[in-house]
């Protein structure tokens, strides 16, 4: 059944409803545009969207507001949820040679037993010098250790930096771009500076929850056609429309934008050119395995714990309570223990049961104070495709925005190059596509209407 809608406006459909499409959506529908916004999972949201974990209902993984997030608090302050969002000054730890270590402040810094003074001061010297980085382009075509090894030493590198990275990109650091880690200080050097030298973190009163159930009815409310549940097999041009193959509906739209994941795009949009499929299947993605744990008591005073012992299974402990009021978690401390993996790791083939236990046994010899008799709620989240990896000669390796098929846009994290992957980063693509790769057809419908 072939359904055309009903009116000879331009229709727009945006394929993927994460906060990036959402955002999209929105903006373009304040414009005056009629958009259709077209989700796989029954629930909008994407890698911010909420599930049950015990007796409360929050994110499937951990989000974080920044100080310096100005996207995401201009959006905030739009859809009138500026006076629900808390900032709160927080801690970092540092688990290394089986001792948790605070890492708070300068003087925690300098007393950093796993570094020598030069050590630190070279450590301290690279994070100074990456935060005045302005061409990060040349970042690209410099791996990321020999980037690091050269400004932080040998041991420092040793020490610090390759744990982190293979904590967090496993053995595809060796292939990352020096542009990664740039990204990463770069967002967290604004947000101290922004908050006078203090690590000062936020959340919205209701998590994620509130500002996608606040920003669909905005979407609803702007006349925004919202379809879940909805997963496209196929994207087809025919004469001047678009097809998209919903299950048993393929349903018809002058303009698409899809949102979803480069190999997702690549599978679903067989008209695009040879050389812009072959991009998009090789770009290539971390996932992540996160559990997330409800307990009865605290476990750490900091916010997130940095890992570096390879024994450990995680990438990092965020204790999410030590930001958000336990009068939004029932009382508890709500834990998350994400692990970052290749999209094609056997992470994502274990068992649930597994994982658990393996995090919990990891837990207990970190914390000899850990007692599983305080678990209340354990559940474990799986994504294959969560960051695109900055790989040398990146921002090269994408296909243009603009495809070679005249109407369909190419909008994903994917093309986040100055920044590393956040709520902030996903809404700037949104609204700087708006201005930009989107401008000219934006124009021409509003003629058209």
């Known amino acids: ?33 009629r958009v259709t916004l077209i989700e796989a999972a029954p629930q909008l949201g994407g890698l911010a969207s909420t599930w049950q974990l015990g007796d409360i209902e929050w994110e499937r993984y951990y989000h974080v507001i920044l100080l310096s997030d100005s996207r995401l608090r201009n959006l905030l302050e739009e859809i009138d949820l500026a006076d629900d969002l808390k900032w709160v000054e ?69 020490k610090i930096w ?59 409310k702007a006349g925004v056609e919202i379809r879940t549940s909805c997963p496209i097999s196929e994207i087809k041009k025919q ?13 018809t739209y002058d303009r698409v934008v899809v949102t979803v994941a480069n190999d997702v795009a690549s599978r679903i949009c067989p008209d695009l050119s040879k050389d812009e499929l072959d991009k998009l299947g090789k770009t290539e993605y971390l996932g992540i395995c996160c559990a997330s744990m409800l307990l009865k008591r605290p476990i750490s005073p900091y916010y997130v714990t940095n890992i570096t012992d390879s024994w450990v299974p995680m990438t990092a402990v965020i204790e999410s309570t030590n930001i958000v009021d336990r009068e939004e978690t029932g009382g508890a401390s709500l834990i998350y223990l994400p692990k970052y993996v290749p999209a094609a790791h056997e992470m994502f083939e274990r068992s649930d049961e597994d994982i658990q236990e393996e995090f919990l046994s990891a837990l207990e010899k970190m914390d000899p104070d850990f007692d599983r008799d305080d678990v209340r709620a354990f559940r474990i989240s799986r994504t ?19 495809t070679s098929v005249p109407g369909m846009y190419l909008v994903n994290s994917a093309y986040i190059l100055k920044g590393n992957l956040n709520v902030n980063e996903t809404i700037t693509i949104a609204e700087q596509a708006i201005d930009t790769v989107l401008a000219n057809d934006l124009q021409l419908a509003t003629q058209v209407k």
Do not use: C
């Open 90 to 158: 927080t801690k970092t730890g540092f688990f290394t040679d089986g001792q948790l270590y605070s890492m708070s402040n300068t003087a925690e810094f300098l007393g950093f037993p796993p570094l020598n003074l030069i050590e630190k001061l070279r450590l301290g010297g690279t994070i100074f010098y990456a935060s005045k980085i302005r061409n990060w382009r040349r970042l690209e075509k410099i791996p990321v250790a020999d980037w690091l090894k050269r400004w932080s030493g040998k041991g420092t590198f040793d």
């Open 162 to 220: 390759e744990p982190l990275l293979r904590a967090k990109l496993g053995e595809s650091y060796q292939r990352t771009a020096a542009s990664f880690i740039w990204s990463n200080i770069n967002r967290m050097y604004k947000a101290r500076r922004t908050g006078l030298k203090k690590e000062m973190f936020g959340y919205v009163r209701g998590g994620y929850g509130a500002i996608i159930k606040r920003l669909t009815e905005r979407l609803l």
């Open 239 to 251: 004469d001047d429309y678009f097809k998209l193959q919903l299950r048993d509906v393929t349903q």
């Open 384 to 402: 294959r495709n969560v960051m695109a990896i900055p790989t040398l000669n990146y921002s090269n390796s994408l296909p243009p925005q603009k």
């Open 1 to 33: 059944m072939i359904v055309k809608p009903a009116d000879d406006s331009i229709s727009w459909a945006i394929v993927g409803g994460g906060m990036l499409g959402m955002t999209l959506a929105y903006r373009m529908a304040k414009l005056g545009h």
